[in-house]
């Protein structure tokens, strides 16, 4: 009896409860080892994670940009369709699909069944059948989670942001009464040239980038913010400032309390900083982090469900995943896709090698999102934006993005080039069924036959036409 689509519920609070939730959780706490494997010294991971912070504020402020300017919702792909054109987006959402998403939720799963289990079986480590058991059960529940209701999805990120916040605190606190007592001797020597590594600089990148990573999130939901030619700049800036000193004070609080072979052999970073500093919170931090770790896989699967939503409205993906269901009013079959890849993943991926894995894909195409808004600035100079960025951020970004791009594949070439393969392979596909629409003779059929079945089955409708 009403009309079917998505409302506006997303408030100011909301969203950058979304930005803090996706970008604080487990980067944070297992990246400072990524980090310090490849810069080789304390001081120069720390000029890392600070470049990072810098870089992400760059492409935060241009995706704000972006959002004033673009009205849908869809981020990365969206703003690549519409100045870019639908090759590069198809491109991005097939890597995105088969590669990124997947991976970086299986990263983020794995780190959350790591910390959940580690003060069960601390000194030693816990079982890997046992991490990836309770990595999955984790995904699962804030796949049913989103499934149920935009609004109690929405409300558990706002919880969990101040949980994700006092976990930072936790680290912060002792660390930094440590440093102002005079424990300053894992400083020493900090910026050691001898043990810098170059060659390996931008694995160092993509690890910080990683932690950083969720500053973007607030343009996939875009019609669901109240406000959002208001709430978008505001959102993105305070969550980033406030992100770039967390970590900082994190990093610095990790190396007063940790030297850099501690930090290089620990399997959870966070852990052996309350192993050594306080005792009597061994249960209690890596608990919180874990619960970070699950607020950043419900910003993940809530932001990456509009992509494919969105997708599907655009004719790039197949109908069935523009559909909402008539009670919950909820994306219910874009946000169930991603169940069978992310659980592929984490039943055989390592962290790190899933890290560099995906990383290459997203700052290709996050470098590409940001060209498009300088496209976009000289195809359209009378389109009045309510937020405008100086022409040098998004010109230094997307180089910076690019370049970065480049030089991994000198650092690891094996999983960069599987990554680049995995975009790569959506080139016959774009050709065959988007561009020339070449189809087997009975494909409509069993395709509308599914759809129609499926669409029973889940109880779905296609939302209320509206113009964006």
């Not at 950058?16 to 604080?24: A, E, P, Q």
């Not at 935060?60 to 792909?77: D, M, P």
């Not at 560099?356 to 808004?373: E, K, Q, V, Y």
Request: hydrophobic share 50%.
């Amino acid at each position: 009896e009403e009309a079917i689509f998505l409302r506006q519920k997303i408030t100011l609070l909301r969203a950058f409860s979304l930005l803090i939730g996706s970008m604080v959780g487990s980067g944070i706490f297992i990246s400072p080892k990524g980090v310090l494997k490849n810069t080789g010294t304390v001081g120069f991971s720390l000029v890392v994670w600070f470049a990072c912070g810098l870089l992400s504020m760059f492409g935060a402020l241009c995706y704000a940009e972006l959002g004033t300017r673009i009205t849908k919702s869809g981020g990365h792909y969206i703003y690549i369709l519409e100045t870019l054109g639908p090759l590069p987006s198809f491109l991005f959402l097939w890597a995105e699909f088969f590669a990124i998403r997947p991976a970086n939720s299986a990263v983020v799963a794995l780190a959350f069944g790591r910390y959940m289990l580690e003060p069960f079986f601390a000194p030693c480590a816990a079982p890997v059948p046992a991490v990836k058991l309770v990595s999955l059960m984790g995904y699962y529940m804030v796949l049913t989670l989103n499934s149920w209701s935009v609004t109690w999805s929405a409300r558990l990120q706002t919880a969990l942001s101040v949980v994700k916040l006092l976990a930072l605190a936790l680290i912060i606190v002792p660390g930094m009464m440590l440093l102002a007592q005079g424990h300053t001797e894992n400083f020493q020597d900090a910026f050691d040239r001898e043990s810098l590594v170059l060659d390996t600089l931008p694995l160092a990148f993509y690890a910080g980038m990683f932690a950083y990573s969720g500053w973007f999130q607030a343009s996939f939901v875009r019609e669901e913010l109240v406000r959002p030619e208001r709430n978008i700049p505001l959102a993105v800036i305070i969550s980033v400032i406030t992100v770039i000193v967390g970590y900082m004070l994190t990093n610095v609080s990790y190396y007063t309390v940790l030297g850099t072979q501690d930090v290089l052999a620990s399997p959870a970073v966070a852990v052996s900083f309350v192993q050594r500093a306080f005792k009597s919170l061994i249960s209690v931090v890596p608990v919180l982090v874990a619960l970070s770790c699950f607020g950043t896989m419900n910003g993940g699967i809530f932001t990456f469900s509009r992509t494919l939503f969105v997708a599907s409205r655009e004719g790039q993906w197949p109908p069935l995943f523009s559909m909402i269901h008539i009670r919950r009013h909820t994306p219910l079959p874009a946000v169930m896709l991603m169940f069978p890849l992310v659980t592929a993943m984490v039943c055989v991926g390592d962290i790190y090698h899933l890290m560099n894995f995906f990383s290459f894909s997203r700052w290709l195409f996050i470098g590409l999102a940001t060209l498009g808004l300088i496209v976009h600035r000289h195809r359209h100079p009378e389109l009045h934006s309510p937020f405008k960025v100086p022409l040098f951020v998004p010109v230094s970004f997307t180089i910076i993005c690019l370049f970065t791009v480049a030089m991994s594949f000198y650092s690891d070439p094996v999983s960069i080039s599987i990554g680049c393969t995995a975009v790569l392979s959506g080139f016959p596909v774009y050709y065959v069924l988007i561009h020339r629409q070449i189809f087997l003779p009975f494909f409509p059929t069993l395709s509308d036959y599914l759809t129609h079945k499926l669409q029973l089955l889940l109880e779905v409708v296609q939302q209320e036409i509206k113009t964006y």
